[in-house]
């Protein structure tokens, strides 16, 4: 397809979207990104994992692992961050028509704060409820995330599910630094709003909009970028400082479970 063939920009509603978004604490804008960007997305992701295997390490602070729940096997999930070694990854993160709607959002402009690539493979595990705000000193409360799927995401692959409205209450667990999960019935299931996506769409949500997703019991992979942000007035950049202080929190609680031979490559 050439430039002049691409689809028309997704028209965006501005005070609508903004006002959706300060309701219910996320929205989904579809087909943001064209299918040529997004197939270049996909070979990167497939060319990261065979080209950085050597990263693919429990011990390597950038690597995530997660069981697989049909078998036990402990499998490579994510890589965080990512854009340093992924440039269409990075462009993605950077893209102006995100950038643009994340300003929308804001009423500012936004900055990078955090880049992941959850790969998400059949039979991996899924995660607990949780909210992604965190009680460390400075944290961003402007603190959002953009979900760019690589893959169809559903619920058999195991979508990103979140509850709407739950975010106006703020933090839902003790503001102690500490990660928690949320009990089950901090939300009412009804509520439930599984993202289910396709190439090209993206979803947003809150640092404090509480969200989890079941295992990917499907024989698909649901390759997914989670990219966060703040607000500029909200600390300005803070990616490197943020990394510096997770890498601290990761390695704290590694020690924890005595593995102290971990790194960062
Ligand atoms: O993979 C998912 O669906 C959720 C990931 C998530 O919540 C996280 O990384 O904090």
């Given at each position: 397809m050439t430039a002049a063939t691409l689809?028309?920009?997704?028209?965006?509603?501005e005070p609508d979207l903004r006002a959706e978004y300060d309701r219910e604490g996320f929205v989904v804008v579809r087909g943001l990104f064209d299918s040529s960007l997004m197939l270049e997305a996909s070979t990167e992701a497939d060319r990261l994992l065979t080209r950085y295997?050597?990263?693919?390490?429990?011990?390597?602070?950038?690597c995530r692992w997660q069981n697989n729940v049909f078998t036990g096997e402990c499998t490579f999930e994510t890589f965080d961050p990512v854009i340093d070694i992924g440039p269409v990854c990075k462009r993605l993160a950077l893209h102006s028509r995100l950038l643009e709607l994340l300003a929308i959002l804001y009423g500012e402009p936004a900055r990078l704060f955090k880049d992941k690539l959850i790969y998400k493979p059949p039979g991996v595990k899924g995660y607990g409820l949780h909210q992604d705000w965190i009680a460390w000193d400075g944290f961003p409360r402007s603190f959002l995330t953009v979900l760019i799927p690589f893959d169809s995401a559903d619920r058999d692959n195991g979508c990103t599910v979140v509850y709407p409205g739950y975010h106006h209450s703020g933090p839902l667990t003790a503001q102690d630094g500490k990660y928690h999960e949320l009990p089950?019935?901090?939300?009412?299931?009804?509520?439930a709003v599984p993202l289910v996506l396709e190439p090209g769409d993206v979803a947003i949500f809150g640092g404090f909009t509480p969200h989890r997703s079941d295992p990917n019991v499907s024989d698909r992979w649901r390759r997914q970028l989670y990219l966060s942000y703040n607000a500029l007035s909200d600390g300005g950049d803070q990616r490197e400082k943020h990394y510096r202080e997770f890498h601290a929190w990761l390695r704290e609680k590694y020690a924890e479970h005595d593995k102290t031979d971990t790194y960062f490559a």
């Open positions: 689809p028309a920009p997704v028209p965006i509603a295997d050597h990263l693919q390490s429990v011990k390597n602070l950038r089950a019935d901090t939300v009412d299931e009804e509520k």
